[in-house]
């Protein structure tokens, strides 16, 4: 089937683009403008064509996410008229992100012991492709090979390891070190803070991680959720893991919780904080081997998830309503925080604020993600609000005016007057990403391309509009019509193709069978558990 996409506006930064034109599909690709008669014609005239839209960090499966669903179930309602809850059932979140053109969605923390859970979920997600990122950098195995001095390569291949057996696409490290302190006792954990039973630095476990991501050839670089998240002065903890990459590819998750300045340096958990957006955009001038997904805060009822335990015990205080879980597992633990984010809140307001600044002071949109690091700064379905006021000063000016004072005088949004422009949002949510995640057959419009399409009715409106694709294309079949899912499909869930090392799955082995009892096989995510289903799908490591 040969179908040609007819007249619309055609945007894709990737090839300088920004023009009514036509797009040719043929056998879920993307192709060159054929001298042949189509056999389908769809008119696109008036709307905007762009690749399929792609989230880089979205927290959608896995044990966490289950217990969230447990402790607020109220969250998992279905709005009215069936439209689904972000919060709710894996084919809710498929049908929501595929209304807003998006076609691939990362869950960004994935623990090694429970991947197969986690994987198991992610494939019962629908006409989305999927991935997950396995969690490194507090368990004991890796702990006791940096503290026995056991040598980059043995680091090497336990990473690797670990990616081949939960089948990951990436690998993530949250707060280095930081949830096994807590579990002597730590209450703050910076980059140069030691682990007590290991004699470890934070930086000793980043440093390790980053060595091996990059011997390996991760396509997506080490993601890492810094210390002292959301904290004042949690902008030194930024720069300070920065520096320590020394040039090495590095990702930071949800930057917008590291763009706090303490008020007062001198009492930094006593005087509030202040927007650093400008210095960290300043900082990502100075790197461009730095990327960062924003985290970006919006208001309402969520629930917080994050393996960060130490973060989330500080957080039960601030629990909304009053019930939270805390759970100190065998490496990463986690804890579930009901939280609202206030409208009339002067701190919500602030970060609400700083988000917005941080992506219009970016200095490249390509290295700039947007996320809400969803549920944890609110739903992905805001997403389509967050581009309208990206891209229309004035409706910013407005939604600014109507929060307290504090979100003006302690951030620099009020006088910023970038608006970005339909390039910069394909930059931002589709180039960006797919780039950041090494995946070459997405993200873009050119021949070749895997035929993700999302096609949106232009308009003034971009809430309307981004919220209510016209026509998504998933491999080249039409998923979406007039916002309303058309087709089902299965989707694909991308895993990095990485052999392990024979001598390591052995002496892992060895290690699972004395620490629980159990061998590597228990940890493994094998293709029987899917049924006759093709789920997984390899991307290439780099070079």
Known sequence: MLTRISGGRVVDPTAGRDAVGDVWIEDGRIVEAPDRAPDEI?????????????????????????????????????????????????SEIGALYARMGYTTAVEPAMPPVNALATQLELADIPLLDRGGLCVMGNDDHLLQLLRDGAGPQAVRDLVA???????????????????????????????????????????????????????????????????NLG?????????????????RRIHFAHAQFYAYAAVDPQ????????????????????????????????????????????????????????????????????????FRYR???????????????????????????????????????????????????????????????VAAERSGLHALT???????????????????????????????????????????DRTAMFGRAHRVFKDGVVIVEDGAVVAARAGRTLSVAVEADPGMARRTDAYLQGRFGAGLDSFSVPDEAFAARETFESVGLRG
């Open 343 to 405: 409208d009339r809140g002067p701190t919500s307001s602030l970060q609400f604020a700083i988000g917005l600044e941080l992506m219009l002071l970016s200095p490249d949109p390509e290295r700039t993600i947007l996320t809400t690091d969803h549920p944890n700064g609110g739903p992905f379905t805001a997403y389509p609000r967050i581009l309208h006021l990206l891209m229309d000063k004035e409706e910013r000016d407005r939604e600014l005016a109507s929060h307290p004072k």
């Open 161 to 227: 390891l670990n990616l081949a057996t939960t089948r990951a696409l990436g690998v993530k490290v949250i707060n280095a070190g930081g949830a096994d302190a807590f579990k002597d006792g730590a209450v703050r954990f910076g980059l140069d803070d030691e682990v007590p039973a290991y004699g470890l630095t934070s930086r000793r476990i980043l440093t390790g991680l980053l060595d091996a991501v990059e011997a390996i050839g991760v396509p997506h670089p080490l993601h890492v959720h810094c210390s």
């Open 42 to 90: 769809l008119d696109a005239s008036g709307c905007v064509v762009m690749a399929g839209g792609i989230e880089v960090h979205s927290h959608i499966a896995g044990g966490n996410v289950v217990l969230s669903r447990l402790l607020l179930p109220e969250l998992g309602v279905a709005e009215a008229g069936g439209a689904g809850s972000p919060h709710g059932s894996g």
């Open 418 to 460: 970038r608006e970005y422009d339909l390039l910069d949002v394909a930059k931002l949510t589709r180039s960006g990403p797919a780039k950041l995640l090494g995946l070459t057959d997405r993200g873009h419009l050119r021949p070749g391309a895997r035929a993700d399409i999302a096609v949106y009715r232009d308009g003034r």
């Open 267 to 338: 009492n930094p958990l006593g005087g509030g904080f202040t927007s650093a957006a400008p210095r960290l955009a300043e900082a990502m001038t100075h790197h461009p081997n730095a990327t960062l997904d924003v985290g970006q805060v919006v208001f309402g009822q969520t629930c917080t998830i994050s393996l960060d335990i130490l973060r989330q015990f500080a957080g039960r205080k601030g629990a909304s309503p009053r019930k939270w879980i805390v759970t100190a597992g065998d490496a990463e633990g986690g804890g579930i925080i009901p």
């Open 231 to 247: 904290l004042p002065g949690a902008d030194d903890s930024f720069v300070e893991t920065l520096a320590a990459a020394e040039g």
